[in-house]
């Protein structure tokens, strides 16, 4: 596994396994495969609705807690100090530990800052190792870090080859934010294994389109997420520390980039509403 160094000292897992919308009757199963398989960092959030099922894999795997990197994140509804206290317990109680190795604020949405201030808090009492974001464009994460003490050690994004985020890559760099890509493969959206430019690459390298992908975001010093329930293709999708795109590669890639992304646009009105409806299970 190779890693990214954190302005804390600590290290970022290139690949985690993350599950997103794996449905709770079928994460256990998931995890415990791909922790089978190779992968020791996963990647959660209250609104997945299967922190119980991750943690109950990592019980069962009987790997070492400390051999494994958790994250999850502190969902829109759980904002503001108190309730980000809570909620965190509520993960950590979920997940059957009682530290975090991170713990980020899911959308720049609600009172994030008071959340902000909670997770600065846990940290200094050890119960995250590190602290950061999620889904803020460069404005959101700038705003934040001038207004607080603790610049955030991570901000996971979307990064995928339809919206490959250089600007906000290199503004992350600047002010010592580790970059985290969420959804690299879009889903498979419009055919993106098939990409012909991608295609051409994974020839050349005798990977899959989807190994590239993971290559093309390690190799700009970002750290990927990947998701599978299919035990060959989380096999396939580790498989990629054996090879580097080059910087020309990496320039190929660059027209299929649409600037924005498929999935979600933060300053829609729906979005906020949406994000900001009120959920009894969270
Ligand atoms: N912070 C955020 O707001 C946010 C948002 C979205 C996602 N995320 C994180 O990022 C993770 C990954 O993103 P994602 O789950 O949205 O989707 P993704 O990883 O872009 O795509 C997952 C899809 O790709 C397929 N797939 C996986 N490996 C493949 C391969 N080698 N060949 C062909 N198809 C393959 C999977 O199908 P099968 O399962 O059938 O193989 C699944 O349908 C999430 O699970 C979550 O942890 C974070």
Same mark, same amino acid.
């Given at each position: 596994m190779e890693y990214i160094k954190l302005n804390n000292g600590e290290k970022l897992p290139a690949l985690s396994f993350g599950v997103?919308?794996?449905?709770? /009757?079928? *994460?256990?199963? @998931?995890?415990? #495969?791909?922790?089978?398989v190779g992968y020791r960092s996963i990647d959660n959030a209250q609104v997945y609705y299967n922190e119980k099922e991750v943690g109950d894999a990592v019980k069962q795997s009987e790997i070492p807690r400390e051999d494994i990197f958790l994250t999850s994140k502190n969902w829109v509804?759980?904002?503001?100090? /108190?309730? *980000?206290?809570? @909620?965190?317990? #509520?993960t950590l109680e979920n997940l059957q530990t009682d530290y975090l190795d991170l713990f980020l604020i899911h959308q720049p949405f609600g009172d994030y800052y008071g959340s902000y201030r909670a997770l600065q808090d846990l940290q200094k009492e050890g119960k995250i190792i590190s602290i950061g974001v999620s889904n803020f464009n460069p404005d959101r994460l700038?705003?934040?870090?001038?207004?607080?003490?603790?610049?955030?050690?991570?901000?996971?994004?979307?990064?995928?080859?339809?919206?490959?985020?250089?600007?906000?890559?290199e503004i992350m760099k600047e002010y010592g934010v580790a970059?985290?890509?969420?959804?690299?493969?879009?889903?498979?959206?419009?055919?993106?294994?098939?990409?012909?430019?991608?295609?051409k690459i994974s020839e050349k390298y005798s990977k899959s389109t989807a190994q590239v992908?993971?290559?093309?975001?390690?190799d700009r010093n970002i750290a990927g997420i990947c998701r599978s329930?299919?035990?060959?293709?989380?096999?396939?999708?580790?498989?990629?520390?054996?090879?580097?795109?080059s910087k020309e590669d990496i320039e190929e890639i660059?027209?299929?980039?649409?600037?924005?992304?498929?999935?979600?646009?933060?300053?829609?009105?729906?979005?906020?509403?949406?994000?900001?409806?009120e959920d009894e299970e969270l």
């Open positions: 997103y919308e794996i449905e709770k /009757d079928e *994460t256990t199963e @998931a995890v415990l #495969k791909a922790l089978n509804t759980n904002a503001g100090y /108190d309730k *980000t206290i809570k @909620a965190f317990n #509520k700038v705003d934040l870090i001038l207004n607080n003490d603790i610049v955030p050690q991570v901000n996971q994004v979307e990064t995928t080859p339809y919206f490959q985020q250089f600007e906000a890559s970059h985290q890509a969420w959804g690299p493969f879009s889903e498979g959206m419009d055919n993106i294994f098939e990409n012909p430019i991608l295609l992908i993971l290559r093309w975001i390690i329930v299919k035990e060959e293709r989380m096999k396939q999708n580790l498989d990629i520390f054996d090879f580097k795109l660059k027209p299929i980039d649409r600037g924005e992304s498929p999935f979600v646009d933060y300053t829609d009105l729906e979005t906020v509403i949406e994000f900001n409806e």
